[in-house]
């Protein structure tokens, strides 16, 4: 649907005193639209910014200031916000994210609560997978549509010196409990790093081919608490099909992308001859963030641990919907701050054109842990 009203004609509506029930629905109508003509209707909720592991293009060494009790969104806070989204503002799928949403001992009834609010909602969760072992039935039965892993070796030392902990074989089982209680597709994220695990590209898509998982390369983000992140470092899209080709054949994959960041390939093994083997193994996905931006057709919206709005991954604002929440507003007054932050949502990466590699782009002072991945 085209946005036919922009956020400032509904401004001047209500600031000129059409009624409630006009400005309500035409508020409806517009939902969380931008200024280049995007809407978002998928609601990413970073449940909070701690975290497990420590891997090396995301969180430091020693970790990070974690937030307070108090400064993170309770379980009711949150279903307050989700039904927000979905009732007023036309979010139509949410992912849980973080940090490490397993580490929140109350992830099971925050995902029971917006089942039972949200019958139809499809909820997925992004974990690193420390723990799923043990909750994957419950968050199942819960009402969890889906799970993403992330998983960037099965080198017991490669995992250790990408994440800095030695827990491959914990994630592991996870992962695979994920399946056998249903939580699928289960898909893998792994990141590849130059001179560390890009060697693995064809043995992680075997395994994940192997096993039924949906495998999906991503190209590693300015987004790291060290800043050391570099185009030249960076293992492009590119590059990845090219290690992959190898020793397998892949096709584009001729469904629609619909605004997902992956890119899809269907995938045929190599055989011995070069030629590739006439049975469809199953499919990888690339997601290009940097060399092959997906930022036109972006539909997210991004809500922090501490309940701030982001408009893009690489916002330099934020705008506080908690506080909003807690001083008593009504739910209009939320939703339409909401909406003011989306309307400012950047054209791409943060900026009002693309190109995480420009010169002028500035990497956000929070790292993709605490923003929410
Ligand atoms: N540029 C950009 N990259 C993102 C964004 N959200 C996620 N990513 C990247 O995409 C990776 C995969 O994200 P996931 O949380 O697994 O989920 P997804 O790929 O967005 O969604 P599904 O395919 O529907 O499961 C993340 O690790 C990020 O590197 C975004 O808003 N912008
Ligand atoms: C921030 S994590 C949060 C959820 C969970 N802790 C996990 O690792 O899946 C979400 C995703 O962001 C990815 N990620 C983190 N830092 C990144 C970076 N600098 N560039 C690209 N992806 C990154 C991770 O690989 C992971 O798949
Ligand atoms: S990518 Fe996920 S698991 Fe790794 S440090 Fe960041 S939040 Fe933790
Ligand atoms: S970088 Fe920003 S605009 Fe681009 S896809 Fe990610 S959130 Fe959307």
Redesign the pocket.
């Known amino acids: 649907m085209k946005t036919f009203l922009g956020l400032p004609a509904l401004q001047s509506l209500r600031l000129g005193g059409a009624g409630a029930s006009t400005t309500d629905a035409l508020s409806g109508a517009l939902g969380l639209a931008d200024r280049y003509g995007r809407r978002a209707t998928d609601l990413?909720l970073s449940l909070t910014d701690k975290c497990n592991l420590r891997c090396t293009y995301c969180m430091p060494a020693g970790g990070l200031e974690w937030l307070s009790r108090q400064q993170l969104m309770s379980a009711s806070e949150i279903a307050r916000l989700v039904r927000i989204g979905v009732e007023q503002l036309g979010i139509r799928e949410l992912?849980l994210?973080g940090g490490e949403p397993l580490v929140r001992p109350d992830l099971v009834e925050i995902v029971g609560t917006i089942r039972t609010n949200h019958p139809k909602l499809p909820i997925?969760l992004?974990t690193n997978g420390l723990g799923l072992d043990k909750k994957a039935r419950a968050l199942k039965d819960a009402g969890l549509t889906r799970i993403?892993v992330?998983l960037d070796s099965l080198h017991r030392d490669t995992f250790a010196q990408l994440t800095r902990r030695p827990l491959l074989d914990r994630v592991l089982a996870g992962i695979e409990e994920a399946g056998r209680v249903g939580l699928e597709p289960v898909?893998v994220?792994s990141v590849l790093m130059r001179g560390i695990n890009d060697g693995e590209a064809s043995r992680l898509l075997d395994w994940a081919l192997t096993n039924g998982f949906e495998l999906?390369f991503?190209e590693q983000?300015p987004l790291d608490a060290d800043h050391s992140w570099t185009r030249e470092d960076m293992i492009t899209a590119a590059e990845i099909r090219g290690l992959l080709e190898r020793d397998f054949v892949l096709t584009p994959d001729p469904g629609r992308r619909d605004g997902?960041?992956?890119e899809r390939w269907k995938v045929r093994r190599r055989q011995s001859d070069g030629t590739a083997d006439g049975r469809i193994a199953g499919s990888v996905?690339i997601?290009a963030?940097v060399t092959e931006?997906?930022?036109a057709d972006?539909r997210?919206t991004r809500v922090t641990a501490e309940g701030r709005v982001r408009s893009c991954?690489f916002s330099h604002e934020e705008s506080d919907l908690l506080q909003l929440l807690r001083s008593g507003a009504d739910d209009a007054a939320v939703a339409w701050r909401w909406q003011e932050a989306m309307w400012g949502k950047p054209k791409a990466h943060g900026m009002d054109h693309t190109g995480l590699d420009a010169p002028e782009y500035v990497q956000p002072q929070r790292t993709m842990s605490a923003i929410g991945?």
């Open positions: 990413r992912r994210t997925s992004t993403n992330s898909k994220n999906r991503i983000m997902a960041p992956a996905g997601i963030s931006p997906f930022c972006c997210r991954l991945g």
